[in-house]
């Protein structure tokens, strides 16, 4: 049962160009949603987050959009830079019989950027 | 950003022998949580543990093989038992911080543990 998935595998895009990484989700449950960039070797880095009474948060670079009705969001980068060439993982977060948020992954999507 | 740290950070164990990982907050923090990464998988969650009561498992995962420990706020150690290769994992710590108020939530993960049981 994925609850949350990540269709894309792998995303190549231009440097200077916009990447726009999409994520899918079943459970209306859930009520935030986040986005992390992971290297090899290293542990996931918070990017972004976003509540699902919104629809757009931004913080700089990065922009999450929300669509609830069709529970999907985006990751937008814009210009796509070089050190963006990661995996992104895309998370969502519902809260539990006792009280704490737990966290669901996606599968990931590898995003190259190309010079 | 908090830091959290882990130690160690890979090791390489003989099937049968048991692994303690630590976990370090540089804040005070309410739940600590225990993740597993395994080869070209996603993240899957093993355990919440609190402090001062027993640690709460995810279907699949039970205490025996996996038991955690949470002695003050800013720590928790995950031993992984009586290996198997199938253990072979990236273990990987974590936190939240949450503003209802704000409507934030923000997440995060230690650098993780490379184990590799042969």
């Known amino acids: 049962d994925q609850q949350v998935k990540q269709n894309s595998p792998s995303l190549s895009v231009q440097e200077g160009r916009i990447s726009i990484l999409n994520c899918d989700y079943t459970?209306?449950?859930?009520?935030?949603f986040l986005w992390y960039k992971k290297y090899p070797a290293e542990g996931p880095t918070f990017l972004i987050s976003?509540?699902?009474?919104?629809d757009k948060n931004e913080d700089g670079r990065f922009t999450v959009f929300l669509n609830k009705s069709a529970k999907h969001l985006s990751l937008h980068i814009v210009p796509s830079q070089p050190g963006d060439s990661a995996v992104y993982f895309c998370?969502?977060?519902?809260?539990?019989?006792?009280?704490?948020?737990?966290?669901?992954f996606g599968q990931g999507t590898r995003l190259t950027i190309n010079p | 950003s908090a830091v959290i740290s882990q130690k160690p950070s890979r090791d390489i164990c003989q099937r049968g022998t048991s692994l303690t990982i630590q976990c370090q907050v540089d804040s005070q923090v309410t739940m600590m949580f225990w993740y597993r990464q395994q080869p070209g998988q996603s993240l899957t969650l093993i355990a919440t543990a609190n402090q001062g009561s027993e640690a709460t498992y995810e279907s699949g995962f039970v205490i025996d093989k996996f038991p955690i420990s949470r002695p003050n706020l800013t720590f928790s150690t995950l031993t992984v038992s009586n290996m198997s290769p199938e253990d072979s994992s990236i273990y990987l710590c974590?936190?939240?911080?949450?503003?209802?108020?704000?409507?934030?939530?923000?997440?995060?993960f230690g650098p993780g543990t490379r184990l590799t049981v042969t």
């Open positions: 974590s936190f939240y911080k949450l503003d209802l108020a704000g409507g934030s939530y923000e997440q995060y």
């Open positions: 998370a969502a977060s519902a809260r539990n019989i006792q009280g704490a948020q737990k966290l669901v």
């Open positions: 976003i509540s699902s009474i919104k």
């Open positions: 459970n209306s449950m859930f009520d935030y």
